[in-house]
């Protein structure tokens, strides 16, 4: 099993930066990525980033390309999304997951608990 805890979220005005981390713990030599998704309120989770663990690859959604930006620290088993120029619609509960690398939920099976990231205009 790997666990996920998620911490960083908060209140933040449109323009603003704020950065979410993702520590990992338990059997995490057996993911090959990890990735950040976001609910917001009343619609369905989306992909926002991934990173492998291996090479260091990343992938973003459309939306938020540009703005932020995935990074991971493999001794800490922890990656990190730096979110700037944030906007009113970057509101959403974010979601730390692990696994397997792709842009779905369904290529991850352990989920962190979520972090709440409120965006005021």
């Known amino acids: 099993q790997v666990q996920l805890v998620e911490s960083g979220g908060g209140l933040v005005q449109a323009g603003g930066s704020l950065t979410l981390s993702c520590a990992a713990s338990g059997r995490t030599f057996s993911t090959y990525a990890m990735a950040w998704f976001r609910r917001p309120p009343g619609k369905e989770r989306d992909f926002v980033a991934a990173?492998?663990?291996?090479?260091?690859?990343?992938y973003y959604a459309d939306s938020v390309k540009g703005r932020f930006t995935i990074s991971g620290d493999n001794a800490k088993n922890t990656v990190y999304l730096q979110m700037n120029s944030l906007k009113p619609e970057d509101t959403a509960v974010y979601f730390c997951?692990?696994?397997?690398?792709?842009?779905?939920?369904?290529?991850?099976?352990?989920w962190g608990q979520g972090t709440q990231v409120t965006v005021s205009s």
């Open positions: 997951a692990a696994d397997q690398m792709g842009t779905t939920r369904y290529h991850y099976d352990y």
């Open positions: 990173i492998t663990w291996s090479s260091g690859s990343t």
